[in-house]
C-alpha cells in the first residue's frame, strides 16, 4: 500500500533551519515529482516545492524561493525540503506528495489537485 511519511518537524526560532524528509514506499518512487505543500494555521494549502526526477527541473513558491531546497534520493525513496532563515509565517503543517505527471509545468505542480499521493503532516512552528 502507497505510504508517504514526513519527518523532522518541530519547534525552530526566527531565523533558523530544520530539513523535513519523507519517506516513501508502496510505488515506484523514480516515476513520480515530488512536492511539498504546507498549511498555515486558518489558511488554506499553498505550494512550497516540487521536484521532477533526480537532476532535473525543480519549482518553488514565491514565499519560500531562495530559502527552502526541495532535494530527493531515489536509491533511499525519500524527498527532502531543506528550510533555512526560516519565519513566523513558515509556522504550519507541511505535506508531501506525489504525482504521477511527469511532464508538467509550474502551473501543473503547484496544484494540489495534481497530486496522487500525500502525507499525513508534520508540524514546523517558528517562533522565538
Known amino acids: 500500500q502507497v505510504q508517504l511519511v514526513e519527518s523532522g518537524g518541530g519547534l525552530v526560532q526566527p531565523g533558523g533551519s530544520l530539513r523535513l524528509s519523507c519517506a516513501a514506499s508502496g510505488f515506484t518512487f523514480s516515476n513520480y515529482v515530488m512536492g511539498w505543500f504546507r498549511q498555515p494555521p486558518g489558511k488554506e494549502r499553498e505550494f512550497v516545492a516540487a521536484?521532477?526526477?533526480?537532476?532535473?527541473?525543480?519549482y518553488y513558491g514565491d514565499l519560500v524561493k531562495g530559502r527552502f531546497t526541495i532535494s530527493r534520493d531515489d536509491a533511499e525513496n525519500t524527498v527532502y525540503v531543506q528550510m533555512n532563515s526560516l519565519k513566523s509565517d513558515d509556522t504550519a503543517v507541511y505535506y508531501c506528495?506525489?504525482?504521477?505527471?511527469?511532464?508538467?509545468?509550474?502551473?501543473?505542480?503547484?496544484?494540489?489537485?495534481?497530486?496522487?499521493?500525500w502525507g499525513q503532516g508534520t508540524q514546523v512552528t517558528v517562533s522565538s
Open positions: 506528495a506525489a504525482s504521477r505527471i511527469m511532464w508538467g509545468t509550474f502551473a501543473t505542480y503547484a496544484t494540489s489537485a495534481k497530486y496522487d499521493y
Open positions: 521536484l521532477k526526477w533526480s537532476g532535473g527541473s525543480t
